[in-house]
């Protein structure tokens, strides 16, 4: 596939050269796309210290890896094991404790279940045991499914992974690697490791530095082995970034991964102009995707973690806590991910972060 010449992209890379100056992150790794051609997949810095950041590196996606959940088990329901409207407790009996016995797939998807908890993507622990502490997990007070929102930031998606698995009759590592994946070519991408593979591609990986004060350091708890081998559905995905553009180039572009109508109605809106008392801020979301929100807020404009100023109304995806962001533009065919490997708290990211984004359409003309 051909590639823009880099100054094309003069604006976007100067933004992120210079978060790599101002200490925010020491490396990162960009894919963009349009209309299916790949335009940049870009890599610079470090990815641990001492080593370069290539475009091979397994970076660390965070929550921007959540949807590759999603549609593991909207494949699922493709193959009619399911409907968006089973209840979860149908598949996970343990899962309908605590007055949840009425939450559907489909309120899982759109955030609006209300099991959200006090809950660590990163917590220790066994993937099967995490998961039955998500099912121990009360219904919030006054919480009626479905009519309230609120981002749930990893025990849903434990819930969600442990779906898959039920309904596949597979571990999730194994229908991520092989039905998401593996079916758009891309065998460099994991969600959880074995411990050979562990072992084989550590030092593929790239390191999540904190980076909001000085001396910055990596003694955070997503470097460790426990927290990348098992699967932590909303946190540990991880590969080359051009694989997260590549899945979101099917979702925009073909069936491989699902089928159309059901792709539409994952990235179009299903929970529309409902207040999210997470980010405290109204916002639109598809199946297990954010929609482009801007025009909700008061006044209009970038909202957090969204896709920055010049995203079209009609823009799906997700972001990763302080480091990432991956979205296709369907007005465009625009595919943008990004991660850098630093983590400058929420301020310095969100500016980062719609720098970047505004930066892409900017080069490319599409303002």
Known sequence: MRQCPMKTFSRTLESLDDGIRKGLHPGYQIYVSLQGETLLDHAAGLATAGNQMTTRTLTLWMSAGKPVTAVALLQQIADGKATLETRACEVIPDFAQNNKESITLGQILTHTAGFRGPFNNFTAGSFH???????????????????????????????????????????????????????????????GFSGDDFDRLSGQMSTMFVTDKSPTHDNWPGNSKDATCIPRPGANARGPVRSLGRFYESLLLDDQLLPRPLA???????????MDHTFNQPLDWGLGVMIDSKHLQDPPGPHTYGFGRHASKDTFGHSGNQSSCAFADPVHQLVVAWTCNGMPGEPSHQQRADEINASIYLDLALV
């Open 129 to 191: 045991g995490i998961v039955q502490r998500a099912c121990e997990l009360r219904l919030e007070p006054g919480w009626i499914p479905g009519s309230k929102a609120g981002y749930h930031v990893g025990s849903s998606w434990f819930i969600l992974g442990a779906l898959v698995e039920r309904l596949s009759g597979r571990p999730l590592q194994k229908v991520i690697r092989e039905d998401v994946f593996g079916i758009i070519d891309q065998h460099d991408a994991f969600l």
């Open 264 to 274: 539409t109605q994952m990235t179009t809106r299903r929970r529309v102009g409902m």
